[in-house]
């Protein structure tokens, strides 16, 4: 044992000294391979991300591609002046009553203007518009979702009569609001209302310029310009519901109730919005006034294909009987399934939160009429 653990010993000092030199040896080597290495990966890693200078590049090329779409979209529909949309800071919807830059002075005017504002007049909805191109919505039918019986009548022309009409009387009262009323009535156009469409023609096609001037007659406050004084309504599915909704509207925008209201509609429709929708409603008939246009006045209707005389035949029948026995249109079941199937998006108006002295009746269904003592006019 003696022998085998002396000879071992120096053997292991040996092998010891020896497998740490290598070591040694070994990572000197390394060494250098290692920091290559090393700073290649480095290299590789800061060749593989872009540099700030390329940030700058790649945001200067996308600036310059922008900058190049929209100045050809500016190209492209500059040339044609039936596409412009004359919008101006004094002419946007109630954002015009705020000229002053102070802050407070913009609410105290948005407040008086709004409290000035005692005529309601509404743009009862026909139709939904179904295309971006509205130059010619006065005349395309096809700008306009139409059932099939509603084509070949000239019915772009009327629905831009009223528009045109609403505005009109707009500019001769400057204490008047403008309501477009309509909801999303349709199903296959997608969830797009009728007064936003109706809106959206007045600008495409500038209705609001040539009524301006009447309305800036007897002031110089722009607030007074008929579109800062123009609001769309968007929940209602018939013609009662264009009047009822429209009324709680206008207390939405000034706070109060209309003391005149004046509708724009189709002149066979007026019998059913005085005799029985403002009856219903236990509005004054000495306050409400209904014009009725079928057509422009240029327009001759030989060649339009409308005929009057089938249209109030087809209103009677289909509109102001049902309405006779059903004033509030709500408990019959042609008018139920007619505004069931005029809300395919399944809409709730918010008006008995937003007018809550108008809870009585817009909860009321008759079928008798709701007392005068129900009603806030």
């Not at 609403?166 to 797009?192: C, H, K, N, W, Y």
Request: proline content about 5%.
């Amino acid at each position: 044992m003696e022998p085998y653990s002396s000879v071992s010993l120096p053997l292991h000092s040996h092998s010891h000294s020896t497998s740490a030199s290598t070591t040694q040896r070994r990572r000197k080597r390394r060494t250098p391979k290692t920091k290559m290495k090393m700073t290649q990966n480095f290299t590789r890693r800061s060749r593989s991300s872009p540099s700030s200078s390329s940030y700058k590049y790649l945001a200067l090329i996308l600036f310059l591609w922008n900058g190049l779409t929209l100045f050809y979209v500016y190209f492209f529909y500059s040339g044609f002046s039936h596409h412009d949309v004359w919008v101006t800071s004094s002419s946007q919807p109630f954002l015009a009553f705020n000229e002053n830059k102070d802050s407070m002075n913009n609410s105290a005017a948005d407040a008086d203007a709004s409290d000035n504002l005692s005529h309601l007049i509404i743009v009862a909805g026909h139709s939904v518009l179904v295309s971006g191109h509205l130059h010619d919505a006065d005349i395309d039918e096809h700008d306009w979702y139409l059932l099939d019986f509603q084509k070949g009548k000239g019915l772009p022309q009327s629905i831009v009569a009223h528009v045109t009409e609403g505005i009109r009387q707009a500019a001769m009262d400057p204490q008047s609001l403008l309501v477009f009323s309509g909801g999303e009535t349709r199903a296959t156009t997608g969830p797009v209302n009728e007064g936003t469409s109706y809106f959206r023609v007045a600008d495409a096609m500038n209705l609001w310029s040539n009524n301006h001037r009447d309305s800036l007659k007897n002031s110089n406050d722009s607030s007074n310009t008929v579109r800062a004084r123009t609001t769309t309504e968007e929940f209602a599915t018939d013609s009662f519901q264009n009047l009822l909704f429209s009324m709680c509207r206008f207390h939405e925008v000034t706070g109060h109730y209309p003391t005149k209201i004046t509708v724009v509609s189709f002149s066979f429709k007026q019998h059913r919005f005085e005799q029985m929708h403002a009856a219903a409603l236990r509005y004054p008939s000495s306050n409400f006034h209904y014009i009725g246009i079928d057509f422009p006045n240029d327009v001759d209707t030989r060649m339009t294909g409308f005929n009057l005389e089938e249209a109030t035949r087809g209103e009677f029948n289909n509109a102001a009987k049902p309405f006779e026995n059903d004033p509030y249109g709500c408990f019959t079941d042609v008018l139920k399934e007619k505004r069931k199937r005029r809300n395919p998006f399944h809409r709730t108006a918010p008006y008995p939160l937003s007018c809550p002295d108008m809870g009585d009746l817009l909860g009321w269904c008759g079928p008798e009429l709701i007392s005068e003592n129900l009603v806030p006019w």
